[in-house]
């Protein structure tokens, strides 16, 4: 295949094409949704890395690989998370798309 006739999945997509994806390629894109979702509140809480680390119990250089979306946190550390960044962990994960969100616990 030469590169005029080669075309990117998304371009695919949007001509009706089906795309399939690699699982890593599925997975790497959910933990870096998550490590968004976790940058986004904790901006919106004014917190710090440190700050937060020490609110979920875990380490500065853990929440910043978790933004980054290099590590995939575990259900109890998820539920810490929640917890720290007082809100709740909304999760949805579907054949074809996926979303995390976090929803502010009211004041």
């Known amino acids: 295949m030469n590169h005029s006739t080669w075309r990117t999945r998304r371009a695919r997509q949007l001509a009706g094409e089906t795309v399939e994806y690699d699982q890593e390629y599925v997975d790497a894109r959910l933990a870096g949704d998550l490590g968004q979702a976790v940058y986004n509140r904790r901006i919106e809480l004014g ?58 616990h009211a004041a």
């Open 47 to 104: 917190l710090s890395q440190a700050d937060l680390a020490e609110r979920a119990g875990m380490t500065q250089p853990q929440v910043s690989r978790m933004e980054g979306g290099d590590t995939v946190p575990t259900l109890p550390l998820l539920r810490r998370l929640a917890k720290a960044l007082e809100g709740t962990l909304n999760l949805t994960i579907d054949e074809d798309d996926s979303h995390v969100t976090f929803t502010p």
